[in-house]
């Protein structure tokens, strides 16, 4: 059995995720703040309509928690142990996003967006490092980042640019700290993706600039996507689920339910 942790799981990009994890074998902890907590049971009764014919005994759970309390965490990760014995993967993907720029944004919106997407994913790696040093069969950590971590951009948001530069740092350093436990730490870094945040920010800049909808959101893909095409969220890119399984501890092995779901 493996277990993940895969926060901000209620849609999106990191339903996506534990849609893809648990197809490939593992059992699934997902987790969002109370007021996703609908959306949150929906992607569970997915998960274990799967497991109805693809893997019988898999199980799916949910943990509210806001990541960016450390408490919160703590507890959460706690709880996963006691539910499902062990830890074995963290997916630190919970996130938000304040389309402003420096002459908009307040000290406020600022801090929220730090302390979600940078604090979150910090709590995450060291409360998830803690259980898996405990328990001594290394495992995995991965992290949203994103391309704005690479190119930032004045018209979508500062803040979540400046956060994201922040998760690469954070993600190095972790990878270097945590690697004789057998721990690998990564991050992915999605360009274009057509959420509820992407719609958001489509929308901010849609008025800013008096753009026809859609406009914003095709003008970035244009000019970040080599293939000049969007990526979706029904599932994530193979990549992504590859980077879990590959150089994997054998006690951390696991089948894949659908082995076509990684390619």
Not at 17 to 43: C, K, R, S, T, W
Not at 166 to 172: H, K, S
Request: with cysteine; aromatic share 6%; net charge neutral.
């Amino acid at each position: 059995m493996v277990v993940a942790i895969v926060t901000g799981s209620s849609r999106g990009i990191g339903r996506a995720i534990a849609l893809q994890l648990a197809d490939d074998g593992m059992d699934i902890a997902l987790n969002d703040i109370q007021a996703q907590f609908p959306d949150l049971e929906g992607v569970k009764a997915e998960i274990e309509k799967k497991g109805e014919f693809c893997a019988p005994g898999r199980k799916a759970s949910t943990f509210v928690a806001d990541v960016s309390v450390e408490e919160q965490v703590q507890k959460m990760v706690a709880d996963v142990v006691a539910e499902f014995g062990e830890l074995n993967v963290m997916v630190a993907n919970a996130g938000i996003l304040v389309p402003k720029s420096i002459l908009e944004v307040s000290v406020a919106e600022w801090d929220r967006v730090q302390s979600i997407n940078v604090r979150g994913v910090f709590l995450c790696y060291r409360e998830a490092a803690k259980q898996m040093i405990k328990q001594g069969k290394g495992g995995k950590m991965v992290a949203a980042c994103s391309t704005a971590g690479y190119r930032p951009s004045a018209s979508h948001s500062v803040a979540y640019s400046t956060s994201k530069w922040a998760v690469r740092g954070l993600t190095q350093s972790a990878a270097l700290e945590f690697a004789k436990y057998d721990i690998n730490v990564n991050a992915y870094c999605p360009g274009p993706v057509d959420t509820d945040m992407w719609r958001q920010i489509d929308a901010s800049i849609a008025e800013r600039e008096g753009l026809e909808k859609g406009v914003a959101f095709q003008r970035s893909v244009e000019s970040r996507a080599a293939l000049k095409r969007a990526q979706v969220s029904p599932r994530p890119s193979p990549r992504l689920a590859v980077s879990t399984l590959e150089h994997t501890p054998s006690t951390l092995r696991w089948p894949a339910c659908v082995s076509s779901s990684l390619g």
